[in-house]
């Protein structure tokens, strides 16, 4: 059981499951290999005559009675089987998702930046799936099959062992053909299972990208990739189930050549006197009566190879390490970083850091595109680990701090916000799920949500479609910080929008940063220069190193690369279209 449950990532209680429903089944086989021995002694009866002696009635009676309680035992146990086996299954299906769901949330982003979503879909909907299908239809049946024939095994070879030799001879041939395969089914399995991954991915861009295909007019390149997504993977599934198919067939043809066996061997033994007709017919009647369990073992063989190659993704993406750390969250909010160093694959994004931020001051982050201003905030907000150096929050490292309390200390405002299809109300209590609806109010108020949610139909009450798509850039903006206001968190993370927005919208959003900022640390990555001339610190970063660091007026001062940039953006105003 150890085993099954390793290889399938079973919880303790999932497994408890399967062990009964395995039980089950094999109870439900052995109750209809009895029968057997019921229609035997009927034919031993009805063979009577030939020996001259006389049928008993009364055996017969008693026997057609034991058959109609065998037949109702039969029923009952079926019916328990095919219910221990439904509930193990889900109940292993939903253990499943709900662990992958939740080690998932443990993971650092750099997963995330590996794996595409599609992924993780796939492996929370089709891997559960298929652990779903071979707990219910594949597992219990197997190891069920594989107790009754080896039952019926030795109890024919201690009835005739020569006609148990002549039943079973085909069956190592069979099975060697099978396991022969095994390789080329794990491929063709793990082929398929990459192709339909792949289809998810192109459906999922597809879909997310329906906009920007209609408008830039891309409609033939992107349905050229999906087709050529979905061909590939109805290539690769018709190759699965062809190849298998054939396999599998061979394998049961073999097998059955076992019956013309028995009987030759049978009709040979009987014509040479060395076996009664009783025997030989019962061997008849067991051959026909046990190949079917094992031409259904030769079938659901192949099946649970292809449903392994799910198994081992789950395993793998569980063997993930989660971020860890134990310690309390700190109580002051000063974020200092030393020799930090940090690249996303190869290249080195962030190179021996060293930098501080000040409690309760706005700092802000300046430097061209691609100079690392996102990657620092998110480092700071533990989205990844560093590679060297480290971070400290109030003194503390934050590779100690819990995880999970960790994100309690930041509210972050960037420039993807996510909206969900719910109410308006309840897309900005996701800053805080306790917050009552009159605080929910009050922060939207300050962020300058209020107006133009009354303006919706069922103002706070109205549901936002799917991912708020109704809503201007710069009302999901204003969202987002309302949702920011109401976490209350002590340090924001701050992405100043690179969008231009209409000046009306512009006004509201700086009075709402500014109802957020008040008495917090504060981090903003800059990009109109002009928005921080007054904030307490300005950190230049240049191809992630600290180029300079001070107030606007030092910086211009100093007449390095902040000078040049604010000169630069001051010039871009005046641009006019010719
Ligand atoms: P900035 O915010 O200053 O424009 P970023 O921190 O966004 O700079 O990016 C710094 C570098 O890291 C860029 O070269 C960018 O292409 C790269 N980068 C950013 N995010 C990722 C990511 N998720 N995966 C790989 N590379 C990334």
Redesign the pocket.
């Known amino acids: 059981m150890k085993t099954l449950k390793d290889l399938f990532q079973l919880s303790d209680k999932a497994s408890k499951n399967l062990e009964k429903g395995i039980l089950a089944v094999t109870l439900t086989n052995i109750v209809s290999l009895l029968s057997v021995v019921v229609v035997v002694n009927i034919f031993s009866e009805i063979l009577r005559p030939l020996d001259n002696e006389e049928i008993s009635w009364n055996k017969m009676w008693l026997m057609l009675l034991v058959g109609i309680l065998l037949a109702i035992v039969n029923y009952f146990a079926a019916r328990n089987d095919y219910r221990k086996t439904y509930v193990s299954c889900y109940t292993a299906a939903e253990d499943s998702r709900l662990r992958i769901a939740e080690t998932v949330r443990k993971f650092p982003m750099s997963v995330f930046?590996s794996k595409s979503l599609a992924e993780f879909t796939t492996n929370i909907m089709g891997d559960c799936a298929s652990i779903e299908h071979s707990l219910s239809h594949i597992v219990p049946p197997l190891i069920a099959d594989t107790i009754s024939a080896t039952i019926v095994c030795i109890c024919l070879i201690f009835f005739d062992w020569r006609m148990a030799v002549s039943i079973f001879c085909t069956l190592p041939i069979s099975f060697l053909i099978i396991l022969a395969n095994k390789k080329l089914q794990k491929k063709l399995s793990q082929r398929q299972l990459t192709d339909k991954l792949k289809a998810s991915e192109k459906i999922q861009e597809y879909l997310e990208g329906i906009k920007l295909i209609k408008s830039y007019n891309l409609a033939g390149n992107k349905s050229v990739e999906l087709e050529k997504a979905l061909r590939s993977l109805k290539d690769s599934s018709i190759n699965l189930e062809m190849k298998t198919g054939v396999v599998i067939s061979v394998a049961q043809f073999v097998l059955q050549a076992g019956i013309g066996i028995t009987v030759f061997v049978g009709t040979n033994l009987f014509t040479g006197g060395s076996i009664a007709l009783l025997p030989m017919l019962l061997s008849l009647v067991v051959v026909c009566r046990v190949y079917g369990p094992i031409l259904s073992i030769l079938t659901l063989l192949p099946m649970l190879e292809h449903t392994l190659v799910s198994t081992r993704r789950i395993k793998e993406l569980l063997a993930i390490k989660p971020m860890t750390g134990e310690e309390t969250l700190p109580d002051a909010y000063d974020i200092s970083l030393e020799n930090v160093t940090f690249a996303?694959?190869k290249t080195k994004?962030i190179n021996n850091l060293s930098l501080e931020i000040p409690e309760g001051k706005v700092t802000a982050l300046v430097?061209p595109?691609?100079?690392?201003?996102?990657?620092l905030t998110k480092l700071i907000a533990r989205f990844w680990d560093v590679d060297a150096g480290r971070i400290c929050i109030g003194g503390k490292d934050i590779k100690n701090i819990d995880p999970e309390n960790l994100m309690s200390l930041f509210s972050i405002v960037f420039q993807d916000v996510t909206l969900f299809n719910d109410t308006v109300l309840n897309n900005i209590r996701i800053g805080n799920v306790n917050a009552s609806d009159e605080e929910v109010m009050r922060a939207a108020k300050l962020a300058q949500c209020d107006e133009f949610i009354q303006k919706m139909p069922e103002g706070y009450n109205t549901v936002l479609g799917e991912n708020g798509n109704t809503l201007s850039g710069g009302e999901r903006q204003r969202i987002s910080i309302a949702r920011a206001i109401l976490k209350d968190a002590p340090i924001i993370l701050l992405d100043e929008a690179t969008a231009a927005l209409d000046p009306e919208n512009e006004i509201h959003i700086q009075a709402a940063i500014s109802s957020l900022v008040e008495g917090k640390t504060v981090i903003v990555?800059a990009h109109k220069l002009s928005t921080i001339v007054d904030v307490d610190n300005i950190l230049v970063?240049d191809k992630g190193e600290l180029a300079e660091s001070g107030t606007h007026t030092q910086l211009l001062l100093r007449n390095g690369l902040y000078a040049r940039l604010y000169n630069l953006q001051e010039d871009s105003k005046k641009w006019k279209i010719a």
């Open positions: 930046n996303y694959e994004v430097g595109s691609g100079s690392g201003k996102s990657t990555i970063l």
